[in-house]
């Protein structure tokens, strides 16, 4: 059984900043992928950002480009997102998750290239 247990949500004004954490437990757990996922009140869910272990490649949603930061440790299964200059539209509840398939997947922004999910985490920005 892996489970991903998200920390470090909360409350936060327009312009703060805010940073999540992620750590993977379980079985004998090696992920290829790991990222962050959002989801809105009446909305889908959504891609933030990921980070392919193999080769440290991180990718972005645009309009987290420049704000947000994806870093992480594969040895220690944990990855983290830092947020910066945070903006109302980006309360949601955000979600890790991970790919532990081996098959190489481009789709990182897919949530169903993903294995396993976080229960979340509320990030809520006030103007």
């Known amino acids: 059984q892996v489970q991903l247990v998200e920390s470090g949500g909360g409350l936060v004004q327009a312009g703060g900043s805010l940073r999540l954490s992620c750590t993977a437990s379980?079985?004998?757990?090696?992920?290829?992928?790991m990222g962050w996922f959002r989801q809105a009140p009446g909305k889908e869910r959504e891609f933030v950002t990921a980070?392919?272990?193999?080769?440290?490649?991180?990718y972005y949603a645009d309009s987290m480009k420049g704000r947000f930061t994806i870093s992480g440790d594969n040895a220690k299964n944990t990855v983290s997102l830092q947020m910066n200059s945070l903006k109302p539209e980006d309360t949601a509840v955000y979600y890790c998750?991970?790919?532990?398939?081996?098959?190489?997947?481009?789709?990182?922004?897919?949530?169903?290239?993903?294995?396993?999910w976080g229960q979340g985490t509320q990030v809520t920005v006030s103007s």
């Open positions: 379980g079985r004998t757990f090696r992920s290829y992928l």
């Open positions: 998750a991970a790919r532990v398939r081996t098959s190489y997947s481009s789709t990182y922004y897919a949530p169903g290239n993903y294995d396993y």
């Open positions: 980070i392919r272990w193999s080769g440290g490649n991180t």
